[in-house]
């Protein structure tokens, strides 16, 4: 029998491995229904859906790796990170989805979430003001009108799979929807801004790298207390707090 592998799990959604089926569990259907719906709709492969059994969607396992994790090394070279850069930008050129995702909120909402988190950062000690204030006024350039396009949400290298320099699959769409392009851009590229110039030059076109910074600032001020409040460690080597330092 195949072992069980628990990928990753907190209170909101759990995902688990056997053998080549990922089960993903997730009391929010909407969200499950969002993933299914927009992976019928990418132009960039997508995991198959072997079967759905709420609160359960069963997928199979994509072949090759990912780029690597938040916080730990790169494992695909220039010319993979190139071809991620021209998937995400074939994504951004679809036909919209239906609804907003992730990265379409509101710059009103934003703000106010914005505001509202980097008070409770400094108020409950978390991290220092000086750290907080300085990446709140980074991450402004981030709040400002765009285009929507064809949004993943929540790309995350470690949900990009590649096999040698091409792209096999990108994986959990629950977050997917109208948004910001360069949202999906900044959180590929969040902890390994070395590779920014390979994404941009597979992506193929000019790009205002002061919003990218936003971005960086702006998801990783977002990020720290839900991590905490969810047994993950934002303070990590690499991860959300580095990021937000890398801008002083």
């Known amino acids: ?3 069980v592998k628990v990928v990753v799990a907190h209170s909101e959604r759990a995902t688990l491995r056997v053998g080549d089926v990922f089960l993903k569990v997730d009391a929010d259907q909407a969200r499950i229904d969002v993933e299914v719906e927009a992976m019928s709709l990418a132009p960039v492969p997508t995991p198959e859906v072997l079967w759905r059994k709420p609160p ?19 494992t695909g070279s220039s010319a993979a990170w190139a071809a991620a850069g021209a998937a995400i930008r074939k994504l951004h ?11 379409g ?31 709140r006024q980074v991450a402004e350039a981030a709040l400002r009108p765009w285009t929507p396009a064809f949004t993943h949400g929540d790309l995350q290298i470690a949900h990009v799979f590649v096999d040698g320099d091409e792209v096999t699959g990108i994986i959990d769409w629950s977050e997917a929807g109208q948004g910001d392009a ?11 801004e070395e590779h920014l110039d390979d ?16 971005w960086w600032s702006l998801r990783s001020l977002l990020a720290v207390r839900w991590l ?9 080597p690499g991860c959300e707090v580095d990021v937000l330092r890398s801008r002083m």
Do not use: Q
């Open 228 to 236: 905490i409040e969810h047994g993950f460690d934002p303070f990590a």
């Open 105 to 135: 909120r509101s710059i009103v909402a934003l703000a106010a979430e914005l505001d509202d988190e980097c008070e409770l950062l400094v108020t409950n000690g978390l991290l220092p003001a000086d750290l907080v204030t300085h990446n």
């Open 199 to 214: 994404v941009l030059a597979g992506y193929g076109t000019d790009i205002d790298l002061d919003v990218i910074h936003a």
């Open 93 to 103: 050129d679809a036909p919209l989805p239906p609804l907003p995702g992730r990265a």
């Open 1 to 3: 029998m195949d072992e």
């Open 56 to 74: 359960v969607l069963a997928i199979a396992a994509l072949p090759g790796t990912t780029l690597g994790r938040l916080g730990g090394p790169s």
């Open 182 to 192: 360069l949202y999906d851009l900044a959180t590929f590229t969040l902890g390994h």
